[in-house]
């Protein structure tokens, strides 16, 4: 599959009807902490707001409920796969990406046939605490090699700037969390994402 090559990540299904229509095509809802009668409500919000705008809409970690809702993708980390049921997942058509840290978690993802592979953190990040160093663009050139086909997301301390280099390198989407949901107009940065990954886009 192709992706867009602004992948853009929020916290709540609000930011999606600010977002969207500015013409952001590829989005993950990740979630934390949350009753699951609200994380499915906020997943069935999403879903059809992405629908209406003709965005991909990707639901992070919460696999069953990614089915219940009728959604075509889910984004899982290393230790979410240990309990997913993956075989539900293929046999649902639901398309699956994976985080990947190092050579072992790539090896390990690339095994499952993904629809795309996420490499981070590729620079500093303040979305969390890292047990891995900053990658850098050598590491996101090497995955680029290794993933062979399969679609490369770059994502940790991305800016538009650094989306550019990180594009240049071999990603397939540059993945996006604080430098959005963080800054002071956050639809004017996403304007500025938008005109920087343009030239992917085409």
Request: aromatic share 6%; charged share 30%; proline share 5%.
């Amino acid at each position: 599959m192709k992706l867009d090559p602004f992948y853009l990540v929020v916290d709540d299904a609000s930011w999606l009807e600010r977002l969207l229509p500015l013409g952001v095509k590829l989005v993950q809802l990740r979630i934390k902490e949350r009753p699951e009668s609200e994380l499915r409500a906020l997943i069935r919000r999403a879903r059809v707001d992405c629908e209406r705008h003709g965005a991909q809409f990707i639901v992070n970690d919460y696999w069953r409920l990614a089915l219940d809702e009728k959604c075509d993708f889910v984004h899982l980390g290393q230790s979410d796969l240990d309990g997913a049921d993956l075989p539900a997942l293929r046999k649902n058509g639901v398309r699956l990406g994976i985080s990947t840290h190092d050579a072992r978690e790539l090896e390990r993802a690339l095994s499952l046939s993904p629809a795309y592979v996420a490499l981070g953190p590729v620079y500093p990040t303040l979305l969390k605490q890292m047990a891995f160093a900053p990658q850098g663009l050598g590491r996101v050139a090497e995955w680029r090699r290794r993933c062979g086909a399969t679609p490369l997301v770059a994502i940790g301390g991305l800016t538009p700037e650094r989306a550019r280099l990180v594009l240049d390198a071999g990603a397939d989407s540059a993945c996006v969390v604080t430098d959005i949901s963080r800054n002071g107009d956050p639809e004017a940065r996403t304007r500025e994402w938008l005109h920087a990954t343009a030239e992917w886009r085409r």
